[in-house]
C-alpha cells in the first residue's frame, strides 16, 4: 500500500464529503472559492516538494469543481515561472461558478487554454483534474480516450481529490482511471481510495483539510476506518514477570491434506510468533513427524479420524480450521466435529469453501476470506465481490454472523459491534504470494488465544501481518515469502 502514515482515520463516502463541504460553506460562511482556491495552493505545495524539478506541466481540467482546482494551480505554477499547458476536456461553456472564476483567473494571468488534442511530449508532470467525487458512470467517448492517453504517457501524474476514473465509494475503476503517481485528497478521505483498484490508481495518498473547522466533522457518521498498525499497536502491553503459557491460551490449527503440510505449519508458527502460549496441529499422519522436525515447539499429532480429533479439542480454547484443510471426505468430517465443538474459531481457505456448500452463522468465529472465496460464500461472482468490497463485506457479516475480514488490497474487517467496517492501509504487493493467507490465519488465532475478543484479534492480526509484510519487504516485494514475516511478526508484537 501507498505511505499512509500521515493520514486521518476517518474515511467517508462522496456524499458526506460533499455535506461537508456543503456545511463549511453555508453554515460557517467560509465561500466556496476560498476552499477551492486552498484545494488548488495545497496541491501545488504538494507539487512543488514532490517534484522540484518540474518545469513543464499539463493540466487537464474538466468542466465541474475539480476541473477548478485545476485551474487555480495551474495559475499558480504560472506565477511561479513553470510552462503550464492547460487542456479542457468538456465544453468550456458550461463551466459555472467558482469553477469559472478560477478559469478566468488563470487566463488573466496570461495563461491559454486548449482543448485536450493529446499531450505534449515534452512535459514533466501530468496534474489531474477531470472528474471528482461525483462520477458515478462508466467513462467513454473523448473522455476515455484522454485517461487512457495519461496512463501510456511517461510523466507521473498528481490527481486532485481522487484519480479521475475511479469510483470514491467503493474503488472501483469505472471503465479507465488515471494510474497517479500521488494523490491530494481534501475535507475527508474517502474510502475507496484504500481498497478495490484504488491503492492501484492513487499512488502516494496526501491529506489536505483545507482548514474548515474541526466541529463540522461531528455532524457526519464516519463511512469506515483506516486501520493501520502505529494505532493498533498501542492494544499491547508488557506481559507480567510471572507470567506462565497458560496464561496465553492454547490454539489448536487444523488442517494439512496431503501436500498440503506447509499451510498448519506456517499457520502454528504465526500463532506462536504472535503470542500464544501453547499451539498444536492436527494433520494427517505423515506429516506430524516432518512438522515437529521443522519447528519442535509445536506439538503435532496424526489425526485420521473425528474421533481423534476429540482430546485435542479438549485441550484448545480456540481453533483455526481451514489451512491446507482440502474438500475430501476427511476434511469434511473434520470440520465437522470442530464446528461442533463449541470452541471459538478462525476460519479460512477450504473450511471457507466448505462453508459455502453448507452455510451456517455464529456468533463466535472470524471468517478470513480472499474475493474468490468471499464470492463462493455469497453466490455470487469474483468480479461482483470486487466491485464492492465494503457491500460484499456487509453481506459476509450479516449471513454469517462474528468478524468478517475480507482479504485483498485494502483488507476489510466487519464485526458485529455498532463500529464502522475498517481498512487496513498498510501492506504491500509482495503478499501476493502462497501462505500469507495461512500467516493471517495463525496470527489472529494467536491473538483469540490470548484473550482478545474475535474483532479486536482479527484487527490486530489484520493490521500484524500486514506491517510485518512491510517490514519484511524492505529487501524486495518480489519474492517475498510468508515465511519471511515470521521475525518480524515477533519484533512487532513486543513493541518498544
Request: hydrophobic residues 45%; aromatic residues 4%.
Amino acid at each position: 500500500m501507498p505511505a499512509t502514515d500521515n493520514l486521518p482515520h476517518a474515511l467517508y463516502r462522496a456524499e458526506q464529503v460533499r455535506e461537508l463541504d456543503r456545511i463549511t460553506i453555508e453554515e460557517h460562511g467560509i465561500p466556496g472559492l476560498i476552499l477551492m482556491q486552498r484545494a488548488g495552493a495545497a496541491a501545488f505545495r504538494l507539487l512543488q516538494r514532490r517534484w522540484p524539478e518540474a518545469s513543464r506541466i499539463a493540466v487537464l481540467c474538466g468542466i465541474g469543481n475539480n476541473g477548478g482546482d485545476g485551474f487555480v494551480v495551474a495559475r499558480l505554477a504560472l506565477e511561479a515561472g513553470l510552462e503550464v499547458a492547460l487542456l479542457q476536456l468538456g465544453d468550456p461553456a458550461r463551466i459555472r461558478g467558482d469553477a469559472l472564476t478560477c478559469a478566468r483567473a488563470f487566463e488573466a494571468a496570461g495563461g491559454g487554454v486548449m482543448p485536450f488534442e493529446t499531450l505534449p511530449k515534452e512535459i514533466d508532470l501530468v496534474v489531474d483534474g477531470v472528474f471528482g467525487t461525483g462520477l458515478e458512470r462508466e467513462v467513454t467517448g473523448r473522455w476515455r480516450q484522454a485517461l487512457e492517453a495519461v496512463n501510456a504517457h511517461p510523466a507521473p501524474v498528481l490527481a486532485l481529490d481522487i484519480p479521475s476514473g475511479l469510483q470514491s465509494d467503493s474503488g472501483q475503476v469505472l471503465g479507465v482511471a488515471l494510474r497517479a503517481t500521488a494523490t491530494i485528497t481534501f475535507i475527508g478521505l474517502k474510502q475507496g481510495m484504500l481498497t478495490g483498484d484504488g491503492p492501484d490508481c492513487c499512488g502516494e495518498i496526501s491529506f489536505d483539510a483545507l482548514e474548515i473547522p474541526a466541529v463540522i466533522y461531528s455532524r457526519e457518521i464516519l463511512a469506515a476506518r483506516r486501520l493501520d498498525w502505529r494505532q493498533q499497536a498501542t492494544l499491547l502491553s508488557p506481559r507480567r514477570r510471572t507470567a506462565h503459557k497458560g496464561d496465553y491460551g492454547h490454539l489448536l490449527v487444523v488442517g494439512g491434506e496431503q501436500g498440503y503440510s506447509g499451510a498448519v505449519r506456517m499457520a502454528a508458527e504465526a500463532a506462536a510468533r504472535a503470542g500464544a502460549g501453547l499451539v498444536s496441529i492436527a494433520t494427517r499422519p505423515g506429516h506430524a513427524p516432518l512438522l515437529n522436525l521443522t519447528r519442535p515447539e509445536l506439538m503435532c499429532h496424526g489425526v485420521d479420524t473425528p474421533a481423534q480429533l476429540e482430546p485435542l479439542l479438549q485441550r484448545a480454547s480456540v481453533v483455526a480450521v481451514g489451512p491446507g484443510l482440502g474438500q475430501g471426505e476427511w476434511s469434511r468430517a473434520l470440520l465437522e466435529r470442530t464446528f461442533r465443538s463449541g470452541l471459538p474459531l478462525v476460519v479460512d481457505a477450504d473450511a471457507l469453501n466448505l462453508l459455502a456448500r453448507a452455510p451456517t452463522r455464529r456468533d463466535d468465529w472470524v471468517l478470513t476470506p480472499h474475493p474468490g472465496e468471499a464470492a463462493r460464500l455469497l453466490g455470487c461472482s469474483t468480479g461482483e465481490v470486487q466491485a464492492d468490497r465494503f457491500q460484499s463485506l456487509s453481506r459476509l457479516q450479516q449471513r454469517y454472523g462474528g468478524v468478517a475480514v475480507l482479504k485483498g488490497a485494502g483488507t476489510l474487517l466487519l464485526g458485529p459491534s455498532k463500529r464502522p467496517p475498517g481498512v487496513c492501509s498498510d501492506g504491500n504487493p509482495g503478499m501476493a504470494s502462497g501462505g500469507m493467507g495461512d500467516v493471517l490465519t495463525g496470527i489472529i488465532g494467536g491473538l483469540l488465544a490470548q484473550g482478545f475478543d474475535g474483532e479486536v484479534a482479527a484487527t490486530l492480526g489484520v493490521c500484524l501481518h500486514a506491517a510485518a509484510a512491510d517490514r519484511a519487504a524492505a529487501a524486495g516485494e518480489r519474492g517475498l515469502l510468508a515465511s519471511d514475516l515470521m521475525p518480524e511478526i515477533r519484533r512487532l508484537v513486543n513493541p518498544e
